[in-house]
């Protein structure tokens, strides 16, 4: 499955992360070239990072 930008907006809720700098470093560098908002990237990002960890889930219990 590909990981695809999107830009809809919903309720939002502000919170502090920290990153290591070699990450921000690798994030900027994408949402400059995608022209997309460093929050939406981390948001998509996360996202498909839970819909993964579901996935491999439902795939351990199959096996």
């Not at 070699?22 to 994030?27: G, H, K, L, P, T």
């Not at 070239?33 to 199959?62: G, M, T």
């Amino acid at each position: 499955m590909a990981f695809n930008l999107n830009i809809e907006r919903k309720e939002s809720v502000n919170k502090c992360v920290r990153f290591p700098v070699d990450v921000i470093n690798d994030i900027e560098r994408v949402v400059n070239e995608n022209n997309v908002s460093f929050s939406k990237f981390v948001i998509q990002a996360c996202k498909y990072a839970l819909k993964d960890i579901e996935e491999q889930k439902k795939n351990e219990v199959k096996s």
